[in-house]
């Protein structure tokens, strides 16, 4: 019903910055509704929330990320995105897009984001 495509990761040195996007596919009417989130697992670790946003655009973040990640999205092209400023290597994690509407739960595939020291 709904497909979530990740990109953007990549490494980087500490200090620098990746864009992490999400493109949407399959239901528009679910897509348009969904509250999107970015979720992270470093190895070893649960999988934590760190940047939701609604479909009328309010944002949340984990306090280890506020003030340096931004989450935001593109209705018209059903993306969603993650920019991220100066990454410290805790950041380092695999990166979900996730979407919820409802009773549904959809998962991206994840992007590895890794930063070194």
């Known amino acids: 019903q709904v497909q979530l495509v990740e990109s953007g990761g990549g490494s980087v040195q500490a200090g620098g910055s990746l864009r992490l996007s999400c493109v949407a596919s399959?239901?528009?009417?679910?897509?348009?509704?969904?509250?999107m989130g970015w979720y992270r697992q470093a190895p070893g670790k649960q999988r934590e929330l760190v940047a939701a946003i609604t479909s009328g655009g309010s944002t949340n973040y984990v306090d280890s990320v506020m003030g340096r990640f931004t989450i935001s999205r593109d209705n018209a092209k059903n993306t969603v995105y993650l920019q991220m400023n100066s990454l410290k290597p805790e950041d380092t994690a695999v990166y979900y897009c996730?979407?919820?509407?409802?009773?549904?739960?959809?998962w991206g595939q994840g992007t590895q984001v890794t930063v070194s020291s």
């Open positions: 399959g239901s528009i009417f679910t897509i348009k509704l969904m509250v």
């Open positions: 996730n979407g919820q509407s409802g009773r549904y739960n959809y």
